[in-house]
């Protein structure tokens, strides 16, 4: 039997009653003091959370800002339409909503293709639009029967129209839903916040160059909303302040000429005004409807454009290469005359060949037998390549490099729109870093003609040519004249950008100006571009090589394949005593630059400084007097 000690025990269960109240005590207090903190201290806080549970606040849109040329023709506007659109998150199944929706709203297959491919590019995304521009019936019949659809709805959107469409479609560009990766660069640049609500971002041409300017500032709009997320009233609202207007120095009137003029060919034309670099026209045939890509292009679209052995979407007066042929020729002409190689007296045999000392190979003129005695006048006029021959391999490829570079080819322009390639105007230090070869003599003799690694754009040509007439002025060019504010319809002019002055010695260019102006007059290689002209305009004609030919074979356009055939090219400006408007012509497999290139450009001097409306494309003006620049 156990015995226990009764005051013992007793004394034992006071003590663990007492750190049971304590224990409950601390717990209560605790509690209490977690009250008084959410209750009390953070009533303001918790309060504020609770209201935005029941505020939403949402994005309100800017308007995009227009794009007009410089008299006023709109080349980009908007137009308000409704849109259906899913929030894929909402929707279990994709595939059957959209076959219950298809039974009252058209929906086609490619409008489906589109919209799956929406989704694998555009996953932080909430609503994606599966039609556009919806009808009075379609919106209609949805609202009654909306209910079927959660996470489907209608809404007001904003869309972009390019009323021009291929006419200026390398210059404009276009808009197109904004993807991940567009998504990333904002938040990179901390611009994400500006675009909440937006759908769609500049992609190419000045609509991507030009994109902080056009898309404006986004709103904001405090909603009070019920337990179902419906809006009830508006609180409060920020309004979004549209993008501004941009006015360009496109003249769309010149753009058509241009187009004209051209017809069916195809090719690239940039035409700069040369006092202050400002574009006038910039076409690269054949153009796209750029309102393909605003709502995400279909596959089939973009198969026809991506695949098309014409490359519609490839931009050929800012990114296409090409050798330049006989244009380079003036740049070399007055290399001789500034390096003190060759004089405006200087004249030397053609025989319609010329060879390096001690070697058999044979770099041949255009002209069988030669141009007889040919002086610096007479080998623009005539396109002698022999006299180039021979002045290249005295001149060097460096000497070529260095005085040629300061005419921008070689190297960007600066223009105010992204994606230019720099072209190729080669050295010897060049192909050294990229081929690990030395150079040879023989590469000097082609590159003296344009050919060989030579390798420029029409826009390139372009602003080498604007230096000659202007005196040695390098303007960058830029398509951008003028900013409208849209808030408060003030207009700032963007000043020139004058780059720098080449220090040429007018003497020097005079000389090579009287050449230019004969090419044109008759005797020349554009003779019969500039016949009964009524102002007197300065050019020079070019072949760019496609193919080489073999040694001892001549040219045969009819025996070649048409994607093989030499290029056509042209410089020129107008009028020649004060000139205002520099181009360059480029027609892709046409053969000489007298034939094609050349009676285009008169057309669009013809409408720029008479009003003359160009003719369809003319075949009668082809001009076989200048033959293909071949060196081999």
Known sequence: MELRDQPIELQKFRIRLGIGVIFILVLFSILYVRFYYLQITQQDHYSTLAEVNRISILPLVPNRG???????????????????????????????????????????????????KLIKES??????????????????????????FPGVEIKSRVFRQYPEKE???HVVGYISRINDKDLDFLELNNELNNYRGSQHIGKIGIEQSYEKQLHGITGFEEVETDAAGRSIRVLSRTLPISGNNLILSLDFGLQEAVEKAFGDRRGALVALDPNNGEILAFVSKPGYDNNLFIGGIDHENWNMLNNSIDRPLNNRALRGVYP???????????????????????SMADPGFFSLPGVKHRFRDWKPGGHGRVNLHKSLVVSCDTFYYSLGNDLGIDNMHNFIGQFGLGKKTGIDVENEVSGLLPSSAWKMAQHKQKWYAGDTISAAIGQGYNLTTPLQLAFATMMIANGGKAYAPRFVKQIQ??????????????????NFKPKNLEVIRNALIDVTRPGGTAAKAGANALYTFAGKTGTSQVVRIKQGERYNEKLIDERHRDHAMFIAYAPAESPKIALA????NTGTGGSTA??????VFDYYLLGNTPKAEDDSLDDNTEEHDHSH
């Not at 012509?585 to 892709?588: A, I, K, Q, S, Y």
């Not at 050349?598 to 057309?603: F, N, Y």
């Open 598 to 603: 050349a009676p285009i450009a008169r057309q």
């Open 485 to 502: 504010n849209s808030k408060t319809g003030e207009i700032t002019n963007i000043p020139e950008n004058l780059l720098y002055t080449a």
């Open 585 to 588: 012509v480029l027609v892709e």
């Open 167 to 169: 006419l200026v479609s």
């Open 66 to 116: 227009l794009i007009f040329d410089r008299h006023g023709k709109v080349l980009a506007q908007n137009y308000s339409a409704y849109a259906l659109e899913i929030t894929p998150s909402k929707v279990p199944d994709i595939e059957s909503t959209l076959d219950e929706l298809a039974a009252f709203i058209e929906i086609t297959p490619t409008d489906r293709q589109r919209f799956m």
């Open 324 to 346: 330049p042929g006989s244009t380079f020729k003036p740049f070399m002409a007055l290399a001789a005359l500034e390096l003190g190689k060759r004089t405006p007296e200087y």
């Open 123 to 148: 996953r932080r995304f909430k609503s994606l639009p599966i039609r556009n521009r919806l009808n009075e019936t379609e919106i209609a019949t949805f609202a009654t029967n909306r209910y079927r």
